[in-house]
Nanobody
Framework: QVQLVESGGGLVQPGGSLRLSCAAS????????VNWYRQAPGKERELAAT???????GYGESVKGRFTISRDNAKNTVSLQMNSLRPEDTAVYYCNVRYGATYYWGQGIQVTVSS
């Protein structure tokens, strides 16, 4: 059974940093790409960052240069390092993987950027 569990969210001041983690289980983690999506209040869910099974990364335009996605195949985790956070980064962040024909999602974790 595929499971994704996010951790590391919280409240941070503008300009600060947070590191999110996604712990995966139930599949051969090293063989699959993983994504971080986010959804702000009243907005559609958007892709923040992605990493392939080979470690190739990609970012949404709004986070490029500030966020870094990485993976640790030994620990079955994907991390999202978020720097220079802005109030508009406030959202629920979700870990996501496509396994077979199904997209799996974590429960989501709140990130709030506010002074």
């Amino acid at each position: 059974q595929v499971q994704l569990v996010e951790s590391g969210g919280g409240l941070v001041q503008p300009g600060g940093s947070l590191r999110l983690s996604c712990a995966a289980s139930g599949f051969t983690f090293s063989s699959y790409g993983v994504n971080w999506y986010r959804q702000a209040p009243g907005k559609e869910r958007e892709l923040a960052a992605t990493i392939t099974s080979r470690g190739i990364t990609g970012y949404g335009e709004s986070v490029k240069g500030r966020f870094t996605i990485s993976r640790d195949n030994a620990k079955n985790t994907v991390s999202l390092q978020m720097n220079s956070l802005r109030p508009e980064d406030t959202a629920v962040y979700y870990c996501n993987v496509r396994y077979g024909a199904t997209y799996y999602w974590g429960q989501g974790i709140q990130v709030t950027v506010s002074s």
